[in-house]
T-cell receptor
Framework: AQSVTQLDSQVPVFEEAPVELRCNYS??????LFWYVQYPNQGLQLLLK??????LVKGINGFEAEFNKSQTSFHLRKPSVHISDTAEYFCAVSTLTTAGNKLTFGGGTRVLVKP | NAGVTQTPKFRVLKTGQSMTLLCAQDMNHEYMYWYRQDPGMGLRLIHYSVGEGTTAKGEVPDGYNVSRLKKQNFLLGLESAAPSQTSVYFC??????????FGPGTRLTVT
């Protein structure tokens, strides 16, 4: 079975500063990795995903993530955040052998962008 | 094209009461999922379905039942609600490439 750890529960950051959200996973087989964003009182929206190929993945709203197999990580970055990036971010993993193609989520990282 | 809708949006129950949450999708997706979201715990899978007439247990199935009689609908039932079931419930469907598409959520409070 796989698991996901998001190392920071909250990340305060000033507007226009860079941000990095850390995600580590454990799995004995090849993984598919996802980052989702949840704005206040809304559902989850996909930011980006890694299935195969290039380890640097670009997503919506200027976010990108890098898959590092040796470190079992999939950290999310944005070079310059906006107030509108205030949200909770979730890392998730699945595998080809996971029954029902289920996703396993991390505990979430709450990003608060300050002016 | 409404995507994934959830009914109701909010509900308050008393301990021991029952209710059913409805998830409806108009995208003809085979796989559907029910999650609960609690602070600091991310989303945890309750039950899922890989097609009409099928259901399977997820990570936290106790106290919940589900049915998938029609492909477009996935129902989550609480037979006897407990305060520990106070949570936000999300339904999702599976797109291609393992990506899941989420509904807007149902906020349930059990007093």
């Amino acid at each position: 079975a796989q698991s996901v750890t998001q190392l920071d529960s909250q990340v305060p950051v000033f507007e226009e500063a860079p941000v990095e959200l850390r995600c580590n996973y454990s799995s004995s087989v090849s993984v598919y990795l996802f980052w989702y964003v949840q704005y206040p009182n809304q559902g989850l929206q996909l930011l980006l995903k890694y299935l195969s190929g290039s380890t640097l993945v670009k997503g919506i709203n200027g976010f990108e993530a890098e898959f590092n197999k040796s470190q079992t990580s999939f950290h999310l970055r944005k070079p310059s955040v906006h107030i509108s990036d205030t949200a909770e971010y979730f890392c998730a993993v699945s595998t080809l052998t996971t029954a029902g193609n289920k996703l396993t989520f991390g505990g979430g990282t709450r990003v608060l962008v300050k002016p | 094209n409404a995507g994934v809708t959830q009914t109701p949006k909010f509900r308050v129950l008393k301990t021991g009461q029952s209710m059913t949450l409805l998830c409806a999708q108009d995208m003809n997706h085979e796989y559907m999922y029910w999650y609960r979201q609690d602070p600091g715990m991310g989303l945890r899978l309750i039950h899922y379905s890989v097609g009409e007439g099928t259901t399977a247990k997820g990570e936290v199935p106790d106290g919940y039942n589900v049915s998938r009689l029609k492909k477009q609908n996935f129902l989550l039932g609480l037979e006897s609600a407990a305060p520990s079931q106070t949570s936000v419930y999300f339904c999702a469907t599976r797109l291609a490439d393992y990506e899941q598409y989420f509904g807007p959520g149902t906020r349930l409070t059990v007093t």
